[in-house]
Structure formats: structure tokens, C-alpha cells
């Protein structure tokens, strides 16, 4: 019995490290340069608005933005200004409802959906 709590133990605390790990720990090719720029050369804002896009929308605009239950997004920036998408995100339009991320992740995704042509 006391081999099982034991046993429990360590799997509750790998379990938390394996957390730790996946939310919190980017890397050293993550580390910020001076100006907003990564250490690949993507703004940080980009890469913000990519991951960002792909936890909240990815699930509806499908893979790669190119459709699924939504429309596709990955020639948006011809359609729509930014401040279109920006207000879509915001309150949204047809069976997209509104308000599916913050004001704040609203405009870093408007702004990085905008260049898509």
C-alpha cells in the first residue's frame, strides 16, 4: 500500500514538471532580442498572433487557416482592413460569436490576419 501512495506521489509531481514544461519553459531559440525580435528573426508580435490564432481559431478556420467550419483566413488581409477583422474578432459576424479572445489579442491577431494577401 505504501509502494502505491509512493508511486502516486512521483507520478503527481512528474505530471506537474511535464506541465511546467509544456506552458511555461520556450527554449533558448525563444529568447527575445533587443527591439521585439526573436532569435529567428520573426517579431515577437507575429509569433504572439500565430499562437494566439492557433489555440483560439484554428479549431473553426481549420489547418493552416485555410477553411473548415469557418471560412478560410489565409487571404484574408485582401477582403477585410484591419480594423474589419479587428472588429469581427471583437463582436463577431454570422455563426462566429464574439468576444472568443481579448480586446488586446484581438488587435495582435487584426494586425498580423491584415498582411495575409
Do not use: R
Request: aromatic share 8%.
Amino acid at each position: 500500500m505504501k509502494k502505491l501512495w509512493a508511486t502516486t506521489g512521483i507520478n503527481i509531481i512528474l505530471a506537474g514538471f511535464l506541465v511546467f514544461l509544456l506552458f511555461y519553459y520556450e527554449g533558448p531559440g525563444h529568447a527575445a532580442k533587443p527591439g521585439g525580435e526573436t532569435a529567428g528573426g520573426e517579431t515577437a508580435s507575429a509569433e504572439k498572433a500565430e499562437e494566439i490564432a492557433s489555440t483560439s481559431c484554428m479549431s473553426c478556420h481549420g489547418e493552416n487557416f485555410k477553411g473548415g467550419a469557418g471560412p478560410a483566413l489565409d487571404k484574408i488581409g485582401s477582403k477585410y482592413a484591419q480594423n474589419d477583422i479587428e472588429n469581427i474578432i471583437k463582436n463577431g459576424k454570422g455563426a462566429m460569436p464574439g468576444g472568443v479572445i481579448t480586446p488586446e489579442e484581438a488587435k495582435i491577431v487584426a494586425e498580423w490576419l491584415a498582411q495575409k494577401k
